[in-house]
């Protein structure tokens, strides 16, 4: 079974409903559900989640979401090594390469996101929602 870690930009889509890309990144939420692949979110992604969700839902309606998240989603440290290696990265944003390298040090052999283009040169593969999907439905 693969490991799949997954950029902020498709859990929000989900959670927050947005169009056009909601669809495609419901379908590879809905592929780890059914245990197609091992599914994972850098712990400092869990932080982000919840900050935006709670200005959108309040906060009682927040801790339950993050709750049903993480019984579909495993959570990758973010620690010293995973700062260290990302520092180490040539990325313009430097949230994208502690994401890449909780990615690596987690085991993962992809990233899905919506913006590829932010994780060139990154230890682990990128896939969109789109490019990903295929591959999780063959499994």
């Known amino acids: 079974m693969k490991r799949i870690l997954f950029d ?4 929000l889509d989900v ?3 947005r169009e056009p890309y909601v ?12 245990g197609s692949s091992e599914g994972m979110l850098a ?3 869990v932080t ?7 200005k959108e839902m309040g906060a009682v309606k927040t801790k339950r979401i993050i709750s049903a998240i993480l019984r579909v989603f495993g959570v990758a440290a973010v620690d010293g090594a995973v700062v260290q290696e990302a520092l180490q990265l040539t990325f ?3 949230e994208d390469a502690v994401t890449a390298a909780a990615a690596r040090l ?9 913006d590829p283009k932010g994780f060139r040169g990154s230890p682990v593969r990128s896939l969109t929602p789109e ?6 439905t063959k499994e």
């Open 43 to 45: 712990a400092h992604a």
């Open 15 to 17: 959670l927050l409903d």
């Open 23 to 34: 669809e495609a990144s419901a379908a590879v939420w809905a592929a780890i559900e059914a």
């Open 106 to 114: 987690a085991g993962c052999t992809c990233i899905v996101t919506r």
């Open 92 to 94: 313009a944003d430097f």
């Open 131 to 136: 490019a990903i999907l295929p591959v999780l």
């Open 48 to 54: 982000t989640i919840h900050y935006l969700i709670r």
């Open 8 to 11: 902020t930009n498709v859990v």
